[in-house]
């Protein structure tokens, strides 16, 4: 089956520590996202790729970095100036731009904790 | 640029009463129209989408979605609900036609069901 994978599920680390987390997709899919959830506050984008080896800030980018090496993966790294990093973090991938089905599809998400 | 409005950031409801969670937009162009749902601790599932055609679309569990181009609206309905319905509801746009890559969310609606 198709789709995207997210590890861990849940994630803690000290405060001060970079941590890293994975999204894998098997889709074929050129684009992928990162987005945070905090309670109350949607879905906010942090990273955006459309294609290897580029990628674009996003809304909250700052404290936040990420790779695109390899089409089926993406992930992010939380570094140690990101000042809330407790949070929610979904990954999601779209397929081609002008074809269907146009909507993205998520990974089942990294509850991220830093005490 | 787009925009998407969920009014209710919550709805509680009783089991196997209808329900509508509105969603409004605002967009210079033309736009594909999407509902998601999150239940707790997992990503993001798509329950319908509108791309063209007739304005009623169906979608999984029993939820239906109008689309309204003059009052650029997208409401979610669902005549009768269950307790499993509980879970948190995202409207999203995308520009039709164009390379744009990024779906645009509202802050979401908690559904509440209780007995």
């Known amino acids: 089956d198709g789709g995207i994978t997210q590890s861990p599920k849940y994630l803690f680390r000290k405060e001060g520590q970079n941590v890293t987390l994975s999204c894998e997709q098997n889709l074929n899919h050129d684009a992928m996202y990162w987005y945070r959830q905090d309670p109350g506050q949607g879905l906010r984008l942090i990273y955006y790729s459309q294609i290897v080896n580029d990628f674009q800030k996003g809304d909250i980018a700052e404290g936040y970095s990420v790779s695109r090496e390899k089409k089926e993966s993406f992930p992010l790294t939380v570094t140690s100036a990101q000042k809330n990093p407790t949070a929610f973090y979904l990954c999601?991938?779209?397929?081609?731009?002008?074809?269907?089905?146009?909507?993205?599809?998520f990974g089942p998400g990294t509850r991220l904790t830093v005490t | 640029a787009q925009s998407v409005t969920q009014l209710d950031s919550q709805v509680p409801v009783f089991e196997e009463a209808p329900v509508e969670l509105r969603c409004n937009y605002s967009?210079?162009?033309?736009?594909?129209l999407f509902w998601y749902v999150q239940y707790p601790n997992q990503g993001l599932q798509l329950l319908l989408k509108y791309l063209s055609g007739s304005t009623l679309v169906k979608g999984i569990n029993g939820f239906e979605a109008e689309f309204n181009k003059s009052q650029t609206s997208f409401h979610l309905r669902k005549p009768s609900v269950h307790i499993s319905d509980t879970a948190e509801y995202f409207c999203?746009?995308?520009?039709?036609?164009?390379?744009?890559?990024?779906?645009?969310f509202g802050t979401g609606t908690r559904l509440l069901v209780s007995p």
């Open positions: 967009s210079s162009v033309s736009v594909y």
């Open positions: 999601a991938s779209m397929g081609p731009t002008r074809d269907p089905p146009y909507e993205q599809y």
């Open positions: 999203a746009v995308r520009p039709m036609n164009t390379g744009f890559q990024k779906l645009v």
